[in-house]
């Protein structure tokens, strides 16, 4: 599975937009961009996935470069609920279903 | 529905004693995981089990037995247990399609476990 790359840390004003990046440049043609966070120490969350177009859903957005080695995750208004850790994670889009963690991106929301 | 339910949520064991963490979930997923995850690092996989009756090894399988009891349960066992597993235990469910794709797993709340 292609690793990726993350920020250890990044601090975000409650309202504004947050933008996450992942750096996945090992990543082959017929894997998945996930995003997962975790919030306080509870059980992973998932938020988005892609593959290789640019995608929305009610919780955020992912872009995903035209080459596919980065992604950048944008929670659009964050409040203070989204301070959590991010994970970025790389699968199959076949046969290996396990997620491998990294340390993911520890964002805090500044009120 | 409950989703993915783990006990117990908190357990304190002495070096060498036996324990199982037990999981189970209501969402009729086939694939079942556990996770341990240690301070300050991501998550990683110990066991996981694809469907009922069959288990494979995670990335850090050693001192961990796993048993699929049935499509809802998959238990998690310290033989002798060590200091060095003290961690937080996550269990997980998803529901594998065999054309692929989209797979997203959902997560239970957690076991805090510490190993004196």
């Known amino acids: 599975d292609a690793k990726t790359t993350q920020p250890p840390s990044m601090d975000c004003a409650e309202g504004r937009a947050a933008n996450l990046p992942c750096n996945h440049s090992?990543?082959?043609?017929?894997?998945?961009v996930y995003w997962y966070r975790q919030i306080h120490s509870q059980g992973p969350q998932y938020i988005i996935h892609?593959?290789?177009n640019n995608e929305t859903n009610e919780m955020a957005s992912l872009i995903i470069t035209e080459d596919r080695k980065s992604s950048t995750l944008i929670l659009p208004h964050a409040t203070l609920r989204d301070t959590a850790v991010y994970y970025c994670?790389?699968?199959?889009?076949?046969?290996?279903?396990?997620?491998?963690f990294g340390t993911g991106t520890r964002l805090t929301i500044i009120p | 529905n409950a989703g993915v339910t783990q006990t117990p949520k908190f357990q304190v064991l002495k070096t060498g004693q036996s324990m199982t963490l037990q999981c189970a979930q209501d969402?009729?997923?086939?694939?079942m995981y556990w996770y341990r995850q240690d301070p300050g690092m991501g998550l990683r996989l110990i066991y996981y089990?694809?469907?009922?009756?069959?288990?494979d090894k995670g990335e850090v399988p050693n001192g961990y037995n796993v048993s699929r009891l049935n499509k809802r349960e998959f238990s998690l066992r310290l033989e002798s247990a060590a200091p060095s597993q003290t961690s937080v235990y996550f269990c997980?469910?998803?529901?594998?399609?065999?054309?692929?794709?989209?797979?997203?797993?959902?997560f239970g709340p957690g076991t805090r476990l510490t190993v004196l």
């Open positions: 994670i790389v699968r199959p889009y076949f046969g290996n279903e396990k997620l491998t």
């Open positions: 892609g593959l290789k």
């Open positions: 090992t990543i082959s043609g017929n894997e998945y």
């Open positions: 089990s694809a469907s009922e009756g069959t288990t």
């Open positions: 969402m009729n997923h086939n694939s």
């Open positions: 997980a469910s998803s529901l594998k399609k065999t054309s692929g794709g989209h797979n997203e797993q959902f």
